[in-house]
């Protein structure tokens, strides 16, 4: 019943920009923490963007300055648009929902869509 699909990812060229999108549905989408996460081959899954409840943000080093993450709690719906992409930006990007009350701890994870940044 919970959900998260992301769309948006493809093939870009070096310089370029892609906007990644989450749908997320069966659980209470305003309640949760929601990143964005990405895997490259031979690398661990790395914390990419963050954006929490109240709508603070956090960024990994690597991509301030050029990745946004924003939520649309009206529509369910989490968004990474990445700017000035560079080769090493290339992986597959996961959605994160995740939530930590009353003991328990929700950790949802959506199946990836792959960024592929080259010339």
């Known amino acids: 019943q919970v959900q998260l699909v992301e769309s948006g990812g493809g093939l870009v060229q070096p310089g370029g920009s892609l906007r990644l999108s989450c749908a997320a549905s069966g659980f209470t989408f305003n309640n949760y923490v929601m990143s964005w996460y990405r895997q490259a081959p031979g690398k661990e899954r790395e914390l990419v963007a963050r954006?929490?409840?109240?709508?603070?943000?956090n960024y990994a080093d690597s991509v301030k300055g050029r990745f946004t993450i924003s939520r649309d709690n009206a529509k369910n719906i989490v968004y990474l648009q990445m700017n000035s992409l560079k080769p090493e930006d290339t992986a597959v990007y996961y959605c994160?929902?995740?939530?930590?009350?009353?003991?328990?701890?929700?950790?949802?994870w959506g199946q990836g869509t792959q960024v592929t940044v080259s010339s």
């Open positions: 954006v929490n409840p109240g709508e603070t943000t």
């Open positions: 994160n929902a995740y939530q930590w009350r009353w003991g328990t701890d929700y950790n949802y």
